[in-house]
Every structure is written in structure tokens, then in C-alpha cells.
């Protein structure tokens, strides 16, 4: 027998009433979990995904759409710009690296991004299997895209129109797998890569379908006149010095037809957008861990009033007052202990209902249900919750005057 | 093995009670007796160091249990004296022998369940080890009470008021069984009772007979 055990005899005692605790308890760091793991992963997703990405070019519209389309793959784009003007950029002095990305069409839920192999480098990503794309009509896998399409080096897909592939397949134009990317946890990890030339063929192809234009298979063999009206969707953009970054979107916005958005500002955006949400969530699981908080001090203050005269017994065989104040602490924190755990498993298994629930592309599908070092706040608050809603009923136990609380029960 | 002297108490209130001279030797029994308000819990209550006296000394077994101020003096507590309650109180969430532990445990002592056991059945009631007591008869209660204040088998029992609600039968059989185990123990057996029938079969008689204002 030790205080623990006679704690835990304790609840047993009124487990209906402590149960309901631990229930309420439960949902609020449940809530709290959802929200750590939430807020977490996109923040490091937002980070990752955007980290050495200085500028995005593109067409004209909203910023905030030309960085969710083609940093985070998770918006239409704005529209295309000329190839010639992205070209170009490429070849002004304040850019280091320009990754040209062609958007359009997708496999499953998963986009084909045409680009070229510097995209890779951006994410430090490697292969996993087989090799990069060397022709036209051969692709890289992310990690996440091979899983759920079950493709492997050597088998071959068709495209369909629309980023969500939900248009018609170009099933004439066969693409081959030549690689798997090793999981980056990045963007990459859900897109299909490929040459921009395999965009251009396969939608040269589709708009002048019904033309009498010649099948040219041979996207390297284009003439200059040919390359003059071919556009990309956008131009990821490295800076070659700080510099830049005052001058060149300024330049572009101002003697361009095309616009340049940073990332940074914004994700900064985004976060003022999505932070009213993660702000009314944080005040509902305030509201529930204040409530169940609630709820075990009542349940375990009511139960001390019941028990006055087993204190008083406790005493008479010998416990002293510390001995009763621990006990009753230790309720305390045994229900916010079960509450804790609850909550955690709670939260995890929201974020992998969310994953079943969603479609494997879906933006919020990449909120991961990985333990993360932030989940530290949940067994602390729960502490917290249950020492502060134990200390009085603890305090009371302490104080128990033995004589006057065996004299009221003896009636 | 226990003696009082010179005992009186001051209530909150302001009254005063002051408690006859008397000493019990080891394996003696006696009744302390009294009106409701006469102070007959009060001073059980001076005798187990939870109430702090005015004036005078109680002694068990040598020691002083004021003296003895917080958790050692609990200790020393449950060691010196085994109570046993009216209606015999005992811990609801327990079962019987884990009510039985607790006074081990509560004592000081390593908790052992096998000694719990071995009491039980010498009090007839090995096979009620488990039980709750809401499962237990009057009977059964008064026994398993006996033996939650014997385990530590302590040089002194306190009785309060153990006979009161019961019938001619049931009462004598309770005092039957508390001089029975004080006499095994050789402790000090103190009754605390108004009951004219425990009177009636003890030889030792403490008559407190004041009464304090404002006493409960």
C-alpha cells in the first residue's frame, strides 16, 4: 500500500463522476493537440517549402495565389508568362538560380510540375530509386505521389488535364517513370516532375488537336519560331545578392508584364489569415481545459465533503496531515494524467481521421500525426489543471480538524 | 500504560473542561461514562494527541504523544492505540483487508497483507478479505473494525461509544470481543460509552460528570 495506491482507490471510488472529468479534460488538450500539431506542421512546411525561395515570378493577379500555386502547389495559378521573359530573368545579373515551372496537368491528386533539375536542388532532394528525367516524357516521382499512385521506375502513366486531374486524359501521350524522390517531407514529396517540354508536347499536341498541325514527338528539335510563343507558369528565383531584393521586384512588377511576390511576406499573409482561425481555436480549448479543470476541483472538493469522516479515520490510524494533502493532490494529477493521454490520442487520431477524410493531394492532408517536441504543453497543462483544481480540496484535507469532523458524522 | 494527569481542555469557545486523574495498567479495562457533553469524546480524542490539552499530560507507554508534533506523532499514533469508532467506520473505498493495511501503513509499519490476513481469521473473518464494507452485516463490521485497530497490536484500545444502536446481543457480543482480543493483546481497554449495560459489565468506572458550556 502506498499514498499512490490509496489515491488511486480514491477515484475508483467515483469513477462515473471522475470519468467525466478525464472526458472533458481529454477533449480540451485534445483540441490543444490538434491545434500544436496543426500549427506545427505548417509552419515547418510553410518554412520548408519556401526556405531558399527568394521570388516567385509569374503572371499578373493575386500574390498570395502566385505563392500558394507554385511554391506550395496549392492554388490555381495566376496564369502563364512568356517563356522569353522568363528567360530572360535567368539571365539578369542579381539572379543566382531561376527554376522554370510549367503547371497543367496532374495524375491522380498529384500535380505534373514540368522544371528543370535545379528545382530538386532548392529542397536538397535525392533519389530514392532509378534516375532523373533526361527526355521529354519521362518523369520523377515525389515519395508520397509513388506510395499512393503505386508507380515504380520503368511503368508509365497518362496525365489528365487540370490540376486536380480531373480533366480529360492526355492518353496518347504516355509518360514513363525514370525515378522515385527519397521523402523530402517538401512539396516535392507530393509532386510528379518532369522537363517543361513534356508540358509543352503534351499541350502543343491537345490545342491543335484538331488542327492539321504535325506531330512533332521531338520536343528538343523545336525551332526558335516555335519556342517564341511557349510560356511557363512561373519562375522560382534565387537572389544573387541582398541587393536584389529591393531592385529586382521592382523591376519586374514596374517594366514587366509579369508581377514577382516573395514568399516570405507572404506566408507572413497567410499567417494573418489562418491566425484568426488558430486564434478561435486556442480560446475553445481554453474554454474546455478551464471547464474540465472545473470539473475536477468540483468533483474531487464535493467528494472531500463526503469523505470528512474518512480523513478523520485516516488520522486515528495514524496519517498525518501532509500524508492526506499528498493523497488528495495525487488525485489531482492522476485525472489529468489520464486526461493528458487521452488528449494526446485524441488529437493524433483526428489528424490521421483528417488524412482518411481528405484526398490525398489536399493541402492540409500534409499535417502529419508525428509526435512533436511542442506536445510537452500538453501533459504540463494538464499538471497544471490538476494541481490547481486539487489544491484547495488538498488545503481542506490538510486542515481536517479530526475531532469536529468525527463529532458531525456521528449524528 | 496509560495515565492522565491533571488533564483539562479549553473549546474554541472559551470553556473549559477538566478530566479526572486515572491510570490503566496494562491488559486493565475500563469505562469512561457521562451524560452527552460530559466530554467523553473529548478526551479520547486528548488521549490520541489530536486535540492539544490546557493544562495536564496524557501518557501511553511511556510517551507523551504532545510532545510528539506532526507526521512522527501520527506515527506514534497508530502504533500506541487501535480505535475502534461507533457504527465502526471503516474506509468505504477499501476493501476489508486492505482497510486493515491502511492501519499498518498509516502506522509507520511495511504494509503486510499476510499479518492482515492472520488477523482477520483470527477474528473469524478470513473469508470477508475482499469484501467492501457496504457488503458487510453489523456483525461482520464490528469484527472487521476490531481488527483494523488490533493489527499493530498497540499496548492500548479506544472505544467509542461501540455498543450504542445495538441490541442486548449484539452489544454484549462487541464488548465480549473487545475485552477477548485487549486480554490476548494484554493492552489497556478505555470504553467510552453513556450505554447503562457496558457500565454495568466493566469493574472500572471513570465518571466524568461536569459538564462545559458551549461542549458539544
Known amino acids: 500500500m502506498t499514498l499512490l495506491s490509496l489515491a488511486l482507490a480514491g477515484l475508483r471510488d467515483n469513477r462515473l463522476s471522475h470519468l467525466l472529468s478525464v472526458l472533458m479534460l481529454g477533449i480540451g488538450l485534445g483540441t490543444v493537440t490538434l491545434l500544436l500539431l496543426f500549427s506545427g506542421t505548417l509552419a515547418d512546411r510553410l518554412g520548408r517549402d519556401a526556405r531558399d525561395i527568394d521570388l516567385v515570378v509569374g503572371a499578373k493577379g493575386s500574390p498570395l495565389q502566385l505563392v500558394l500555386s507554385t511554391v506550395f502547389q496549392a492554388d490555381i495559378p495566376t496564369g502563364n508568362i512568356p517563356l522569353a521573359e522568363a528567360e530572360a530573368l535567368a539571365a539578369n545579373r542579381q539572379v543566382r538560380l531561376a527554376v522554370q515551372l510549367a503547371l497543367g496537368d496532374a495524375v491522380g491528386a498529384f500535380r505534373i510540375v514540368g522544371t528543370s533539375p535545379a528545382y530538386l536542388t532548392l529542397y536538397d532532394a535525392h533519389l530514392a530509386d532509378g534516375r532523373l528525367w533526361q527526355k521529354p516524357m519521362e518523369a520523377v516521382l515525389g515519395a508520397s505521389a509513388a506510395a499512393r499512385l503505386r508507380l515504380k521506375p520503368g511503368d508509365s502513366f497518362v496525365g489528365a488535364h487540370g490540376l486536380q486531374g480531373e480533366g480529360h486524359l492526355h492518353a496518347d501521350h504516355p509518360y514513363v517513370v525514370t525515378g522515385i524522390l527519397a521523402e523530402s517531407g517538401t512539396v516535392l514529396d507530393r509532386l510528379v516532375l518532369t522537363a517543361v517540354d513534356s508540358v509543352w508536347e503534351v499541350h502543343e499536341h491537345h490545342h491543335h488537336h484538331d488542327a492539321d498541325h504535325d506531330d512533332d514527338d521531338d520536343g528538343d528539335g523545336d525551332g526558335d519560331a516555335e519556342r517564341a510563343g511557349r510560356e511557363v507558369t512561373a519562375v522560382l528565383i534565387q537572389y544573387a545578392s541582398p541587393v536584389a531584393a529591393i531592385s529586382l521586384p521592382r523591376h519586374i512588377n514596374l517594366e514587366t508584364p509579369m508581377q514577382a511576390a516573395s514568399p516570405g511576406f507572404e506566408i507572413a499573409r497567410i499567417y494573418s489569415l489562418v491566425g484568426v482561425g488558430l486564434d478561435a481555436f486556442r480560446a475553445l480549448a481554453a474554454s474546455l481545459i478551464l471547464t474540465s479543470g472545473l470539473s475536477v476541483f468540483v468533483a474531487l472538493y464535493e467528494r472531500l465533503r463526503a469523505r470528512r469522516y474518512d480523513l478523520a479515520v485516516m488520522r486515528l490510524l495514524g496519517a498525518s496531515r501532509r500524508q492526506l494533502l499528498v493523497t488528495i493532490l495525487l488525485e489531482g494529477v492522476l485525472l489529468a494524467g489520464a486526461g493528458a493521454a487521452f488528449g494526446l490520442l485524441l488529437g493524433h487520431a483526428g489528424v490521421l481521421a483528417l488524412h482518411h477524410l481528405l484526398p490525398a493531394g489536399h493541402a492540409f492532408a500534409v499535417v502529419s500525426s508525428a509526435w512533436r517536441v511542442e506536445e510537452w504543453l500538453v501533459p504540463a497543462l494538464a499538471a497544471a489543471v490538476g494541481l490547481v483544481a486539487s489544491i484547495i480540496p488538498a488545503l481542506a484535507a490538510y486542515r481536517c480538524d479530526v475531532s469536529a469532523a468525527l463529532a458531525g458524522a456521528e449524528v | ?216
Open chain 2, 1 to 216: 500504560m496509560l495515565a492522565v494527569n491533571g488533564l483539562s481542555y479549553a473549546y474554541p469557545g472559551g470553556a473549559a473542561l477538566r478530566f479526572p486523574d486515572f491510570a490503566l495498567a496494562a491488559g486493565e479495562t475500563a469505562v469512561v461514562a457521562g451524560p452527552s457533553g460530559s466530554g467523553k469524546s473529548t478526551l479520547l480524542m486528548l488521549i490520541a494527541g489530536l486535540l492539544t490539552p490546557a493544562t495536564g499530560d496524557v501518557q501511553v507507554a511511556g510517551r507523551q504523544l504532545s510532545e510528539h508534533r506532526g507526521a512522527a506523532g501520527d506515527a506514534l499514533r497508530g502504533q500506541l492505540m487501535g480505535v475502534v469508532l461507533q457504527s465502526f467506520r471503516l474506509l468505504g473505498h477499501l476493501s476489508v483487508v486492505e482497510n486493515v493495511v491502511t492501519a499498518q501503513f498509516f502506522a509507520g509499519r511495511r504494509p503486510d497483507r499476510a499479518q492482515a490476513r492472520a488477523v482477520l481469521a483470527s477474528l473469524d473473518i478470513a473469508d470477508l478479505a475482499e469484501r467492501r464494507p457496504d457488503a458487510l452485516s453489523r456483525g461482520q463490521l464490528q469484527r472487521a473494525a476490531i481488527a483494523r485497530a488490533v493489527v499493530n497490536r498497540p499496548p492500548l484500545l479506544l472505544a467509542d461509544e461501540p455498543t450504542s444502536s445495538l441490541d442486548d446481543d449484539a452489544a454484549e457480543a462487541v464488548l465480549a470481543l473487545l475485552t477477548d482480543v485487549s486480554g490476548r493483546l494484554n493492552a489497556g481497554l478505555l470504553v467510552a460509552t453513556h450505554d447503562s449495560r457496558v457500565k454495568a459489565r466493566f469493574s472500572r468506572i471513570v465518571e466524568l460528570r461536569q459538564s462545559a458550556e458551549g461542549a458539544p
